[in-house]
T-cell receptor, first 114, second 113 residues
Framework: AQSVTQPDIHITVSEGASLELRCNYSYGATPYLFWYVQSPGQGLQLLLK??????LVQGIKGFEAEFKRSQSSFNLRKPSVHWSDAAEYFCAVGLMEYGNKLVFGAGTILRVKS | DTAVSQTPKYLVTQMGNDKSIKCEQNLGHDTMYWYKQDSKKFLKIMFS???????INETVPNRFSPKSPDKAHLNLHINSLELGDSAVYFCASSFNRESDTQYFGPGTRLTVL
């Protein structure tokens, strides 16, 4: 069955430090992959997406993610974290043959310490 | 203008009541979705409509019934509310039902007492 794993429930980084959030997926076909961010009490905002082409994708707020088919991974990175990046981050795979439904990982809570 | 809007933002009600959550998108999208986010923040799809036609119906109790009066609206009606229905419900939309980005509404926090 299709699934998304985010192995880190919580991550704490210092402001200005680099960040990597891990995401692994299980899916037989070519995946469509997404990262969304959810600030406390807010909805989900799309950070970036991968459909095809260049495996390194750029998103909003200085985030990027790299698709690695051999590792079934789509890790999110940011070179320098800002306090405003504290939020929960969700990785998702889009299942086009199932009406475009998204299967989400459990999320990673990012805490930023000053 | 808010792209995907939901009303109400908060809903507190008693067990056994019937309630509705409304969703509207002004993006001109054909496809709309309902997701449930439980207390552990886990997000799971419930339903999807494409141009007013139901295309996804996950394993959801039949107390939940989506209604799409037109392609810009997808409402969620819940009968006989139970404690376990307490969650945040998100509406989303996409241009079509194929390989397309979903844009989410702000969510409706439902609390059943």
């Amino acid at each position: 069955a299709q699934s998304v794993t985010q192995p880190d429930i919580h991550i704490t980084v210092s402001e200005g430090a680099s960040l990597e959030l891990r995401c692994n997926y299980s899916y037989g076909a070519t995946p469509y992959l997404f990262w969304y961010v959810q600030s406390p009490g807010q909805g989900l905002q799309l950070l970036l997406k991968y459909f095809s082409g260049d495996t390194l994708v750029q998103g909003i707020k200085g985030f990027e993610a790299e698709f690695k088919r051999s590792q079934s991974s789509f890790n999110l990175r940011k070179p320098s974290v800002h306090w405003s990046d504290a939020a929960e981050y969700f990785c998702a795979v889009g299942l086009m043959e199932y009406g475009n439904k998204l299967v989400f990982g459990a999320g990673t809570i990012l805490r930023v310490k000053s | 203008d808010t792209a995907v809007s939901q009303t109400p933002k908060y809903l507190v009600t008693q067990m056994g009541n019937d309630k509705s959550i409304k969703c509207e998108q002004n993006l001109g999208h054909d496809t709309m979705y309902w997701y449930k986010q439980d207390s552990k923040k886990f997000l799971k799809i419930m339903f999807s409509y494409n141009n007013k036609e139901l295309i996804i119906n996950e394993t959801v109790p039949n107390r939940f019934s989506p209604k799409s009066p037109d392609k810009a609206h997808l409402n969620l009606h819940i009968n006989s509310l139970e404690l376990g229905d307490s969650a945040v419900y998100f509406c989303a939309s996409s241009f079509n039902r194929e390989s397309d980005t979903q844009y989410f509404g702000p969510g409706t926090r439902l609390t059943v007492l």
